[in-house]
Nanobody, 123 residues
Framework: QVQLVESGGGLVQAGGSLRLSCVAS????????TGWVRQAPGKEREFVGV????????QYAESVKGRFTISRDNAKNTVYLQMNNLKPADTALYYC????????????????WGQGTQVTVSS
């Protein structure tokens, strides 16, 4: 059973930056993709970005392209989400999620989920 633990959320002013981390454990498969999904109050979960295990395939939602970047350190079983030029619309609970196989831009396709870390962007 894969366990994912996010950290790094917080309160930041518009235009600021945050870096989220996601530490994985218990993984038993070698081909996988790790993504970030967010959910704002009263809204459905929204795909943010995803990266393959080999880091050669990344995809991002249009709303965050050019501002958010995913990276990974496989030696540390850690995936990062660097968020720059944050906007109030980015306020949400951010989840790290993982699926066996290749990347997907569909939030529902991820099987394993962390508990989430809150990001709040003030105007």
């Amino acid at each position: 059973q894969v366990q994912l633990v996010e950290s790094g959320g917080g309160l930041v002013q518009a235009g600021g930056s945050l870096r989220l981390s996601c530490v994985a454990s218990g993984r038993t498969f070698s081909i996988y993709a790790t993504g970030w999904v967010r959910q704002a109050p009263g809204k459905e979960r929204e795909f943010v970005g995803v990266m393959s295990w080999s880091s050669d395939n990344q995809q991002y939602a249009e709303s965050v392209k050019g501002r958010f970047t995913i990276s990974r350190d496989n030696a540390k079983n850690t995936v990062y989400l660097q968020m720059n030029n944050l906007k109030p619309a980015d306020t949400a609970l951010y989840y790290c999620a993982e699926r066996e196989g290749g990347p997907s831009v569909t939030a529902a396709s991820f099987r394993y989920w962390g508990q989430g870390t809150q990001v709040t962007v003030s105007s």
